[in-house]
């Protein structure tokens, strides 16, 4: 059987099953599609592929997660799938068309993403993979979903319709385990290879348990182990490029409140390599938005405050903030915040150099009226890859006993990308000196009353070229707690949830 019906097989199964077994379907597609968002950190300009869109409800989806702003091409196998009727109009941007053979048509053209549904098996996977990475640009990237053939449930499955007549026609070709689809990647030439397992939330899970699982699964695809129970893999991974290639970043300014007000504030330490990518994405994505980006050098040991003065030279915004000891993220934050000018201040780590496009979020949450906007790992909707199942854990638990006694929902207050009004900086007071001190920039404005917005983002442990944090769970943990409780003391009592005195700042420009 050749390629094209070996991949109509697959489209017309997944129809198949989509229209008569997943009842957990119109939940699944959002998520999906919010990944497809966030790990290629989307601009308008980007260009995606499916392949084996079927009747187009995921590419939907994957328009609509961005706006309806990426020019789509939803390739369909099957030409009964293509010709269906009452699928409606479809957004301008989304270009279907049907395949006889594939590449086919599409052999010419090149795009900057593609993804795919429950395609790969172990009949097509090997030339599929070939063939996808010649429709991509030099450094484009794929993410495909499949079965999780580890899963017990589909083993079950599959040795039932071998012993029953009755489930042949649910009979499908093998799907491929994480080894060797990894193989495939490398053979074919793919780099940065991620295949992991993902969702939890399938059929024949009852529907009762829709909230708990969705609640849980953060945590279940990071439980060493037990995460081979999911019921799906996902598969990224890149094309690659030229030496020194750098992926094109367009602007995403599309708020003139933000036009000129905008203050970044950089805590950082030992982060000489991050710095500069950081400030040039800032730039490329945000550059009408900036009025200055505030470096803060936390004591460094390496030319963190070399390489920010080298780049303070061609830029007057770029602003060294060189502090002194004692170190800690706490005093980093208070010497930035103290130093900020702008009418919006945005505090984030250098790491987060990569998720930049992200940011539109927090930024669309402002304009439409919020105090404070902060970037969320762990929604339902965001994307954590690559971080400690301890601090998985460690943070769910801080949360879960912060909601209960604070009486407030939110999900991730803790994490150092907020973006908020200078009005609401100015009524903070923070107390603790190192990373504790996110978790006072996260619940001070929920209980002084602000209205806080919790955006979806993708969160990607730093890679080896980008050195690696000082966070240290045993020595920093317990300090979370110490804030929480503190502000809990003081609104049992009715005492002011900050301190009306202020913290002395030691800023050195």
């Keep these: 059987m050749d390629l094209i019906e070996l991949l109509k097989k697959q489209e017309r199964l997944r129809a198949d099953y989509w229209k008569n077994v997943d009842y957990f379907l119109p939940i699944r597609l959002k998520w999906r599609a919010q990944m497809v968002r966030h790990f290629f950190h989307l601009f308008p300009e980007n260009s995606i592929l499916e392949v084996g869109a079927g009747s187009c409800q995921w590419t939907r989806e994957i328009s609509e997660a961005n706006g309806n702003r990426n020019p789509i091409c939803a390739a369909v196998l099957n030409k009964e799938l293509y010709e269906e009727k009452n699928q409606g109009s479809f957004p301008g941007n989304i270009e279907r068309i049907h395949l006889d053979e594939f590449p086919g048509k599409l052999s010419e053209r090149r795009f900057d993403f593609i993804v795919g549904y429950h395609l790969f098996t172990d009949e097509n996977a090997g030339i599929l993979l070939s063939e996808i990475k010649k429709l991509l640009k030099p450094g484009g990237q794929i993410l495909f979903f499949d079965a999780n053939p580890w899963n017990p449930y589909y083993r079950i499955r599959r040795l039932v319709s071998k012993l029953f007549s009755f489930f042949k026609r649910e009979e499908r070709n093998d799907y ?270 929920i209980l002084l009353g602000y209205n806080v917005k919790e955006i979806p983002i993708s969160w990607i442990n730093r890679s080896v070229d980008m050195g690696f944090s000082s966070f240290n769970l045993l020595n920093t943990g317990p300090n979370y707690f110490v804030v929480l409780f503190r502000l809990i003391f003081r609104k049992w009592l009715g005492r002011d949830i900050v301190r009306c005195s202020p913290v002395k700042q030691s800023v050195k420009t």
Aim: with cysteine.
């Design 176 to 445: 491929l385990n994480r080894v060797d689809l990894f193989t495939l990647l490398s053979e074919a030439g793919y780099i940065k290879i991620k295949i992991f397992p993902y969702d939890f939330l399938f059929p024949p899970l009852p529907k009762i348990l829709l909230w708990p699982v969705q609640n849980l699964s953060l945590i279940l695809e990071n439980f060493p182990y037990v995460r081979n129970f999911a019921g799906s893999l996902f598969t990224w991974a890149q094309k690659p490029a030229e030496e020194n290639w750098k992926r094109p970043m367009f602007s995403l300014v599309r708020h003139d409140c933000f036009k000129g007000r905008l203050t970044v504030v950089v805590p950082s330490r030992n982060e000489e390599l991050n710095i500069p990518p950081l400030i040039e994405n800032l730039h490329a994505c945000y550059e009408e938005y900036i009025k200055e980006i505030i470096i803060v050098d936390d004591n460094s040991r390496d030319g963190t405050a070399e390489v920010t003065k080298i780049l303070a030279e061609k830029d007057p915004r770029i602003r060294l903030v060189q502090r002194s000891m004692p170190n800690g993220v706490g005093h980093a934050l208070r010497d930035g915040f103290a130093a900020a000018e702008g009418d919006f201040v945005l505090t984030m780590d250098c790491d987060f150099q990569h998720i930049i496009p992200d940011l539109t979020g927090l930024f669309d949450a402002v304009a439409k009226g919020a105090d404070v906007a902060i970037g969320s790992r762990f929604s339902r909707e965001s994307v954590l890859l690559n971080y400690a199942f301890t601090k998985i854990l460690a943070n769910r638990g801080f949360h879960i006993l912060a909601n209960l006694l604070l009486g407030k929902h939110f999900r991730d207050a803790t994490n150092n990308l907020k973006l908020m009004r200078k009005e609401v900086l100015k009524n903070l007071v923070l107390e603790a000196d190192d990373f504790a001190a996110n978790a006072e920039t996260g619940l001070q404005p």
